[in-house]
């Protein structure tokens, strides 16, 4: 008898329905109340707290402008659009300084391809390879060439062999002598 | 058109969002207090969370598209911001070492608002063993009558997982309750 009850406890035990009160239902099946009034209370206390949200909300208007009058999603972009921009200017500038430089022009001046390598200078450079190549043809070259003939005479005075004998004559070696 | 329907209608109009409001607190109040409670044990965590629901409902009422019913809606918020609160709770928890952990039973019997016997404490020690979602699926459908339609919107979950979790959940405490 007692084993039937039991059973039949067990069985019925989750089978109370919720009906209209929803705070009995909680009461008798969890034993958890509420303060007497509360939800009466609650209500006033939140609609009191609508209103003052309400109040206190800063119209769009009247809001503290944001940095720059901008919103973030903007100031982004525009902060990424200026360090482009700079990236730009200081790429633009390094590559005008890869001009050719004052040795390079010197060092095409001395190719003999310098019709060519005209080619390949701008305007404003062409003038500084101008005047390289008047330096190197007609001056540097000149120097050599005498520079050689100097070189030829002295070793000539050392050597029995002299490649001397080629350029003068007996007339001459006679007024070395005497 | 559905009482809700209606109710919706007068909630997104500013002449009658006021009115409107106050008829949505009588329909769903209660409801929504109990839904909370559950979750946050205490009558004053239930307390401050019903309120940030309402302002949430209320702040929100004219971005809800009706694509879920206005009951749905809000019980998906309550339970969001029960959820959030217990989150909260538990940082603060963890940040102040030398506070006692009490666990949320014992926090539950203590309280001013639990009045139950010894079958209500092994009740809510059976139901605080389970898994969370087993926990909410049976609290939603036993105590706060929600369909499993409803549910599932509510939980993002396929109607026949829920059947069959509450279902299992009911054998599970009706074996252990009379242990």
Known sequence: MKKATENTNQNNFLKGSFKDDISEH????????????????????????IKEEAVTEVPKEMKKPLVFWMRPQFKYMAAASLVFILSLTFWLQSANNNDIDKSTIEFLSFSDDNLINA??????????????????????????????????????????????DNYTDDRFLETIIL | MSKDAELVKKLKD???????????????????????????TTHENADDVLQNTFVRIYKNILKFEEKSSLHTWMYRIAYNESIRFLEKNNKKRHRNIDEVPTSNLQVLFEDAYFDGDEVHKKLHKIIAGLKEKQKRVFQMKYFDDISFRQMSEILETSENTLKSTYYSVVKIIEKKIFL
């Open chain 1, 119 to 164: 080619l390949i200078l701008n305007d404003s450079e062409f003038e500084a390879f101008a005047d390289a190549i008047l330096i190197n043809e007609i001056v540097i070259k000149a120097e050599l060439s005498e520079q050689k003939m100097d070189d030829l005479f002295f070793n000539s005075l050392f050597i029995e062999d002299s490649l001397i």
């Open chain 2, 14 to 40: 500013p002449t009658q969002k006021e009115k409107a409001f106050s008829e949505l607190l009588d329909v769903y109040q209660e409801r929504l207090y109990w839904h909370i409670r559950k979750i946050v």
């Open chain 1, 26 to 49: 909680h009461k008798v099946s969890l034993g958890i109340t509420v303060p007497e009034g509360y939800f009466s209370k609650s209500k006033r206390s939140i609609l009191d707290k």
